[in-house]
């Protein structure tokens, strides 16, 4: 068992086990299960690559006895980041199959995100392309691995002409016996949403993830017959397990990759690959509806659309219907666990305006108030939860893990919630200091900690403000040190830092100081309500131009 990862207590593991949730089973064995009785069926699609099942067991046994023999272990953590194509899944795989534990790092980040998730893992390898949206990895790669020698390893999707990181082309080997994973043990890390300053580490077990896939199978039948379009990055739970890559992978159908969400590239795929399902964020199926204004692709294979991670509102969940002619799925998920879904056979009102039920009979939430007491149904709190695929513990984190779980090991989500007299769920908001911009979380502690590093920012307060297409953007209140930072000036300086682009604050508003509750933290709500355009009580800080219009933003 991996040092450091927090199990489930005994008793729930083994009720888990008792009651058939927990089989034992590896993410091997479903691969392995699904290419005995699928083999030439087609497992993988992208770009012009075609994998059927038995070549894709046979090319992850390969890359496992190519991983191996540069020097990789069971127990040995791999930070993968990779762009959607069939090689991430080949890759994990392959890690599975050796024991060692793949790290997932999201496409868009850069050297602070990739450094700190190498430094935390304890990572002995980075698995990169060359580069990536004109973005150059082998320079970032060869630069962390620098500064942290334990990563002794560089494996690039591509070629590294100058320097010494492997081609994965050349990560192959005649295959090698090697010992079954322990399906109790971690398989691989998912990364949190975050609100703490870096981002936590989620660990995740065979056991937990072949039940979260088959439980998520079950509240949205897939079968061997489904295609399944994966568009958002294949990192995120969402498109990975829920049930996603792996839950198609387990029922023999078929994954097709796309490189982008955009309409362009993903509508004639569904039309070309005769896509049966896909799941995406709200600001993607914006793109998607004004899209299907011009774009008369035919989807009639499509039966339905996932949407979650993020708040979908009523009027645009209608729109699903009539513009793709399929049913529409709302989703409710963490990295860390607890799956919500509208279900197919539930009245129109409920998928509308709903997040919908827990996946698994075994899961168990709570709704509760300030002090923990569960509140009556229908009245919102905060939304806690607990089961067998919901973490007990982040990846060496044992400070933030006795504020993020109840004595008895209740995760809590920093979401308020509600439930319905029909025990639908509801998210009403959170509490928890993160802004949802798209389906990216950006931690407003993590953005703030990076500002305050800047000479021109002497305090920082970020906030999110509503926007018509993300959902979601985020405000940097600052009050100035000397001379007062432009936005541009900002957004370069901590792009220059290495900061993925979606945490740079997208509007700066100049305070000459923030406001405070009554304890002397700074007040959020008073920020989040300015930068939503409202007047507030609070104008001491404000110069004559604040809070009546943006300072600056990106369109000026
Ligand atoms: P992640 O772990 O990155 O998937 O983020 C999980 C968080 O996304 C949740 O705790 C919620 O704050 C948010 N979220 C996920 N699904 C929804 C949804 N359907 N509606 C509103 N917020 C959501």
Redesign the pocket.
Known sequence: MLEGFTPWPQNAAERYRTEGLWRGESLVDLLDTAARAHGSKTALVGGDRRIDYGELALLTRRTAAGLRARGIRAGERIVVQLPNGPDFVVVCFALFRLGAKPVFALPSHRLQEIRHLCELSGAVGYVFPESHHGFDHLALAHRVRRELPALRHLFVLGKDAEGDAVPLAEVDADPVELPAPDPSDVAFF????GTTALPKLIPRTHDDYAYQVRAAREACPVGADDVYLAVLPVE???TWGCPGVVGVLGAGGTVVMAEEPVPEVCLPLIAREGVTFTSVVPSVLQLWLEAREWMDDDLRSLRFLQ??????YPETAERVQPAFGCRLQ???????GLLTFTRPEDPAATVLTT?GRPVSPADEIRIVDEQDRQVPVGTVGELLARGPYTLRGYYRAPEHNSRAFTEDGFYR???LARLTPEGNLV?EG?I?D?I?RGGD?VSAAEVEGHLLTLDSVARAAVVPYPDEFLGERTCAYVVPAGQAPSLQGVKAALEERGLAAYKVPDRLEIVTELPLTGLGKIDKKVLAALARGESTSWTTGLLPSTGTRAATTDSE
């Open positions: 998912l990364l949190s949403g995120f739970n969402f949407v979650g991670s993020a708040k979908l709302q989703v409710f998920g963490m990295a860390e997040q989500s920093g979401d998210i959170r928890k993160v949802i979380k």
